[in-house]
């Protein structure tokens, strides 16, 4: 299989939103675009962002650790970074958010909600209402279709904008969005798709997602894993809630074919969820019990752990939005090999930081898998590639600034 070039992607994604311009480098390589992102490689200077300090409320309801759910914690990191003030809203029921915001060191800025279920999806919580106007922000962003629905409603003839960001390309799901007074598309074939369903474009900001700055960071001075002599046997991963979409079958069946050949190899697959018992039947079926190990969700350090004990990143998911795990793999300069969806066209569209396999085609995996393992120098590249192309996109710096800028723009607009 060749390698594949994604469509479309980040470049004319922030072109279309933030207005923000980069100057070409001196020695006139490669193309610049608005919002920072270049194809050959991270830009090295960043402008100050010029964005007044503002206060802001920040209201997640679900008590689930899904994508949407996560990215509360950079956004409030970049929030905090820029010198805005935050209210933090969650669930008391989010133990493990509450701590999680703690652990970052944003335990100050955390209130807990008491008394949310399913009969607040109709009636407007009271403790949410005061606590809101009791802070008096000049925007609210609720994470989530409950933490916007939740927000919106509650704050409903107060004045002040809500916001939200969309995690879904799903159309019913993003017409329960429809009132916001803003929202924060993370890709642009996100923006495209609210455009088409009505949305203001002039309310939607693309700000594509990006990780904390306390996340686990690779140790400095030490090869990337695209860079190493592979271990022996090679070890490729993934990771991921166990669900269908996910995908993680065709790994499975990949690494059956590849075994087929006698390529040697590890597979271990981090994550838990509904279908785990299909899984562990899958690879039972296929006798793979001693070559895929499934060690269930790893921890902030144990991720860290898992993703430094890798050669190659694999995602065979059947839908992504967007993909916390692909910046996860690039952090740590991982080669990556993934099928084309929503968040790596975005993601890796305009440079060659990816092999890209066909959805749902256990063969093409398994070629993309064999060729990569054995092509070091293509594998050291993607590596550094990779890595790159987190720090100028998707570190918590290049993200503080896209949300700051677009939170700014929409505190302009105010309500609709």
């Known amino acids: ?65 899904g994508g949407v759910q996560q990215s509360l914690v950079p956004y409030a990191l970049a929030l905090k970074k820029r010198g805005h003030q935050l209210q933090i809203l969650v669930s008391g029921r989010a133990r493990s958010m509450v701590d999680l915001l703690v652990e970052r060191g944003l335990g100050g800025q955390v209130e807990k909600l008491e008394g949310i279920w399913k009969l607040h999806r109709y009636l407007p919580h009271a403790g949410l209402r005061e606590r809101v106007r009791g802070f008096a922000p000049d925007l609210v962003l609720g994470f989530a279709q409950m933490g916007f629905i939740e927000a919106h409603r509650a704050l409903r003839g107060s004045g002040i904008p809500v916001l939200t960001r969309v995690g879904t390309m799903k159309s019913k799901r993003m017409g329960r969005f429809r009132n916001a007074d803003g929202w924060l598309a993370t890709t642009a074939e996100m923006k495209t798709a609210l455009k088409a369903r009505g949305f203001d474009e002039e309310r939607i900001f693309i700000v594509p997602n990006f990780l904390a700055e306390n996340s686990p960071e690779p140790e400095e001075n030490s090869s990337q894993p695209g860079e190493r002599d592979l271990r022996h046997p090679p070890r490729v991963g993934s990771l991921g809630r166990f669900v269908a979409r996910k995908g993680f079958g065709v790994l499975i069946d990949a690494v059956d074919l590849l075994r087929e050949r006698g390529v040697e190899l590890e597979c271990t697959i981090a994550g838990d969820g509904k279908d785990l018992d299909t899984m562990k ?136």
């Not at 749902?360 to 092509?375: F, G, K, N, T, V």
Request: hydrophobic share 40%; charged share 20%.
């Open 1 to 65: 299989m060749a390698w594949m070039q994604g469509p479309g992607g980040i470049s004319a994604a922030l072109a279309a939103s933030v207005a923000i311009h980069w100057s070409r480098p001196s020695n006139g390589a490669g193309r610049t675009y608005d919002g920072g992102y270049r194809a050959d490689g991270p830009v090295r200077t960043l402008p100050p962002a010029t964005t007044a300090p503002m206060k802001i409320s920040l209201v997640m309801i679900s008590t689930g650790l």
């Open 281 to 416: 039947a899958r690879i039972d079926e296929r006798g793979l019990s001693r070559i895929v190990h499934l060690p269930g969700w790893l921890g902030h350090g144990d991720k860290a752990e898992f993703l430094q004990g890798l050669d190659l990143f694999v995602c065979s998911s059947l839908d992504e939005p967007f993909g916390f795990v692909y910046l996860d793999a690039m952090r740590f300069g991982l080669p990556v090999v993934t099928t084309p969806t929503v968040g790596a066209r975005f993601i890796f569209s305009d440079t060659d930081t990816a092999c890209w396999t066909p959805f749902e085609d256990p063969a093409s995996l398994a070629d993309a898998i064999q060729r990569l393992l054995s092509d070091e120098s293509r594998r050291a590249a993607l590596g550094r590639q990779s890595r790159q192309l987190y720090a100028t996109a998707f570190s918590l710096e290049a993200g503080s600034r896209n949300l700051d800028l677009a939170l700014g723009q929409m505190r302009g607009l105010g309500k609709r």
